[in-house]
Every structure is written in C-alpha cells, then in structure tokens.
C-alpha cells in the first residue's frame, strides 16, 4: 500500500503534471457559465409556454434525474417523481411536465423516454446537445430543447433547476451564484495555493491514512457525500463510505483505540482506521445538528480523526456544488499524494 507524502501536494513540478486533471476541476464555474449562455432563448421561451398553468406533476426521467430529486423533493409544490430507468410512469401524460438531463445526449434508453413523452402529449423540457441521439428525438408541439455544450452534468442540471425556480417549481437557483460558488472553490483548493491555507490539501493530509466515512446531514449533502466517497474510491483505491448515521455510527464505534506506544514502522497494521469527514451546508434543521453531534461524540470517544467542510455559498444548489468540489479536489490530491 503506497503512503502519503503531503510534501507532494505543493511540489511545483509535481503540480504541473497534475494540472489537467486540476484544471478540468478548476473550470467547474465557467461550465455552468456556457450552459447557461447556451440555454438562455430556448429557456426564455419554455418559461413563457409552461408559466400559465402549473402542472399536475414533474417528471424527473432519465439516469440523471437523481440530482433533480435530491433538490426538488424537499420543496417541489407539486407531486414529484424521479424515473431513473427506461420510460415514462404509465400515468404521465398532458397534465404533467417532464423535465430530462442528459448531459451527453447518446443513451438510448433516454431517448425512447423523450420519445414516449412526446407521443403522449407531455410538456417536454430536455437539457441535451441539440445534434445528439437524445435531442433528435426531442421536438414536438409541447417539447422544448436546451441546448448544452459541456457534457457536464452539474452544469446541466443548474439550467434545468434554473428554469423549474423559474416556474416556482423549485428553490432559488440562480447559475451565476452557482458559477461564483464554484469559482471560490478554485481559488481556494487550486494546486499552487499552499498546504496550510488550502481546504482541499488540508482534508487530502487529514484522511490520506484512513478509511473516511463521509456524512451529509440534508439530502443534497447526503448526494454530495457520495459523490465524494465515489471520487475518492476512483483516486486512491482504498475503501471510503458514504451513509446515513445510522449505518456511520456502528463503524466509529468498532474503530480501536490508539495505541501510542505502537511503532507505525515496525508494528504491522492489518487495516487502516476509520476518519468522519462531515460536509455541513449550514442547515439550521436541529435534527440535523442533533445527528451531527452524535456522530462526532462516537468519534471522539473512539479517537476517531474529524474533518469538517463547510461552504458559505447562496442558496442550496451552491453549496452542494461547492462541497462536492472541494471533496473532488481533495480526491485528487490524494491521488497526487499516493503517487497513483
């Protein structure tokens, strides 16, 4: 198993090779940006066809309808439903508005879903690349097209969400504030800023010798912490876990004590401890604040390391963006770290 040299993290050259990767990160803003840019007639003009009467429900179809659902369900006026596999539920039809990401537009199965939404007079809005298989399958009497370019999927949903605010069918979200949110992650956990002032470098030196289990308290940090847990899994091949407390607590409760006296050289380690990392959007919800203390409480009693992440973004779509990137960039750079 390879160990974690910190020191690798502010190795100018190091950094350079590494810096595609980072700047495919670092560029996370300026997509959300050109989505929006991109989208802004066609989106225009659904708002003005569907503002009129809202609609009996929202359909969230497609594999990427799971992001649309950690954000609308909590606050969608309307009956929701996310419909990750092939299809439309059987009773959608023209009362309903069905609403699709698919940020590379080339999945079959999404586009037979268009397809079907269009045969049974759905109000359509689709977030796809205009020349793609998905979008191909997208126009008809009540079907809308935004057009995306970037093949990102946050970006992609943050001009669905867009227009969905728009219609007072979801929370406040505004692609610029989710731009600047981004941007601020860049700048603060970019590969030239020092070690000891960058979050994404402090949380990579925090974990670097642990298994994480990685928490989030609202549905849209729980989604971020999986997110995470999936990147880090990626960059260092190492177990990282992401779950609800209930099932985060037994594992913090397992974790042995500290030996002091145990030589990390010459004492075999036959796994490697558990660490709590805990992605807090700032949610006032006391049963939240409940559930994190508990878990930090098992943490403590078990010496069990602690890694806190914050955000001050605006608004919900914001800080779920920033939290997920500053764990994708600290996944990177355990990565770097581990020399993988």
């Not at 069918?169 to 600047?180: H, K, Q, S, Y």
Request: net charge negative; charged share 25%.
């Amino acid at each position: 198993m390879n160990s974690f040299d910190d020191g690798l993290l502010d190795d100018q050259d190091v950094l350079r090779r590494a810096e595609p990767g980072l700047r495919n990160l670092a560029e996370a803003g300026s997509r959300v940006r050109r989505e929006a840019v991109s989208a802004a007639e066609p989106l225009q003009a659904a708002v003005a066809r569907l503002v009129e009467s809202r609609p009996r429900a929202v359909v969230a179809a497609g594999p990427d309808s799971r992001l649309l659902r950690a954000v609308l369900e909590p606050t969608c006026p309307v009956p929701f439903v996310a419909w990750p596999g092939a299809g439309l539920p059987g009773w959608a039809g023209a009362l309903d508005l069905v609403v699709v990401l698919a940020p590379d537009g080339a999945d079959p199965a999404t586009a037979a879903g268009v397809a079907e939404a269009v045969r049974r007079g759905c109000q359509l809005v689709v977030a796809t690349p205009e020349d793609s298989l998905v979008g191909r399958h997208v126009p008809g009497r009540y079907s809308t097209l935004l057009p995306t370019v970037t093949g990102d999927q946050l970006a992609t949903a943050t001009v669905m969400l867009d227009l969905l605010d728009r219609l007072d069918l979801g929370p406040d979200t505004d692609p610029e504030v989710v731009a600047t949110a981004l941007d601020d992650v860049a700048l603060s956990c970019g590969p030239f800023r020092d070690l000891a002032v960058n979050p994404a470098k402090i949380l990579a030196s925090g974990i670097a010798e642990t298994s994480p289990v990685i928490w989030g308290g609202t549905v849209l940090a729980a989604r971020a912490a999986r997110r995470v847990a999936e990147s880090i899994r990626r960059a260092t091949g190492r177990a990282a876990l992401a779950a609800d407390a209930e099932h985060l607590l037994p594992v913090l409760a397992a974790a042995q004590q500290v030996d002091v006296f145990a030589d990390p050289f010459a004492d075999e380690v036959a796994e490697l401890r558990p660490s709590l990392v805990i992605l807090d959007d700032g949610s006032p919800d006391p049963v939240v604040a409940e559930t994190r203390q508990r878990l930090v409480d098992q943490a403590d009693a078990n010496g069990v390391r602690i890694e806190q992440v914050g955000t001050e973004a605006d608004g919900d779509v914001a800080r779920y963006a920033a939290l997920l990137a500053t764990g994708t960039f600290a996944a990177r750079y355990l990565e770097i770290g581990l020399a993988r």
